[in-house]
Nanobody
Framework: QVQLVESGGGLVQAGGSLRLACTASGRTFKNVVVSWFRQAPGKEREFVAGIRWSTGSTSYVEPVKGRFTISRDNAKNTMYLQMDSLKPEDTAVYYC??????????????????WGQGTQVTVSS
């Protein structure tokens, strides 16, 4: 089993920044991908960014490219999402998710096996 715990959410004004963290514990896997999803009220959960732990290769959804940066710290077993130039439409609950795969970084919720509890990000206009 893998446990994922998110932190770092909060309230910020438009144009501001936040950094989310996702710390993993439990079993370790080769070929693990860890990603961020978000779910706004009344909307489906959507992929935001993902990173392959072993190589550091990344994938982003188009609306966050150039504003969000995903990274990982092997020593701390922690993944980060640096969010800059935040917009009100970034408001959502952000979830950390993980899956073991050798293929491209998955972007569908159903493809992930492990989930964190979520952290709220609110961007005021």
């Amino acid at each position: 089993q893998v446990q994922l715990v998110e932190s770092g959410g909060g309230l910020v004004q438009a144009g501001g920044s936040l950094r989310l963290a996702c710390t993993a514990s439990g079993r370790t896997f080769k070929n693990v991908v860890v990603s961020w999803f978000r779910q706004a009220p009344g909307k489906e959960r959507e992929f935001v960014a993902g990173i392959r732990w072993s190589t550091g290769s990344t994938s982003y959804v188009e609306p966050v490219k150039g504003r969000f940066t995903i990274s990982r710290d092997n020593a701390k077993n922690t993944m980060y999402l640096q969010m800059d130039s935040l917009k009100p439409e970034d408001t959502a609950v952000y979830y950390c998710a993980a899956v073991v795969t050798i293929w491209n970084i998955p972007s569908y919720e159903r493809q992930y096996d492990y989930w964190g509890q979520g952290t709220q990000v609110t961007v005021s206009s």
